[in-house]
């Protein structure tokens, strides 16, 4: 009766967070992150129901929101939770697992997003009125909290460039957020229910051939052809997203060697999330580790006794 009940409580739970941040735009970049949280914990007591959950919660959608939420829920959110139930049921590991639910939630976004727009033409003109409109509201908040006058007017002259510089990226972007979003989620998941326990964070680094593909992006985004340029351009985005996870786990394996209390970590991982100084840092830190092996993962030097605890 146990798992009938957790079943519930995780398809009220999804449905209406998804409904909220669906019927308030203005708290939908908050509430996008909470709102994996009770399914993937269904996922990780009973992975076997996910399917359950998927069908029920999009129904209840569909009746209590729109047709167009029940599809954006099911095709993005909701199959990124199942390909985390799948991972968790044939024990894949959990970066291969992530990546999936990455790749799933990335596809299902631009395909929400194609259709709503009916057309590529319509969804990029489309998609730069929203970023430009979301550029005209970070100005503004930044002019209230009492920025720069004059760095201010130097952004709003290189308004367009700057537009036209994120629409380029936009998909490594989503790719981005759909990574950073799940990638929490997971984590906390993983201190409630045992699940992906071989997985530690602080021995992670990126399989080394992804180097060969970060170089190759790197130069493929100064191709003539366009096409060929924006798809490395975005390659490079997602990769940095992986040397920037590298980094991080750099920074944890060296919190907990010096054992530092769980507030000072949190406290870390904040400073780096809002200071764009560490984050720079720290992906630089991923990038060479491959070279520094700074944590000695591959002379076998790094401290044994962390291996054995978590």
Known sequence: MRSFRDLGLATVLSTGLY????????????LVWVVPLPGLLLAARHPRLVGIWWLVTALALSVGISASGSIGFAITLGV??????AGIVRSWKLEFTVAAAIGAWTVGVGTLYLASAG???SAVS???EQVDQAFAMALEASKAAGADTQALALLETERG????????????LVALTGGAILSANVAIVRRI????????LRYWRAPEVLIWAFIAAGFGMFAPITSLSMLATNIFVVLLGCYFVQGLAVVA?????LGLPMSLRVGTYVLIAIQQLLTALVLALGIFDLWGDFRRLQTGAADASLSDSD
Do not use: N
């Open 19 to 30: 409904g909220a941040m669906v019927l308030t735009p203005a708290g939908a970049p908050a």
């Open 80 to 85: 990124a939770t199942m390909i985390v139930a």
């Open 119 to 121: 057309e590529m033409t």
């Open 126 to 128: 489309t998609a730069t």
């Open 161 to 172: 460039t700057l537009v036209q510089s994120v629409l380029r990226v936009l998909p490594g």
């Open 193 to 200: 229910v045992p699940v992906f326990e071989t997985f530690q």
């Open 253 to 257: 394996y060296y919190l907990e060697r």
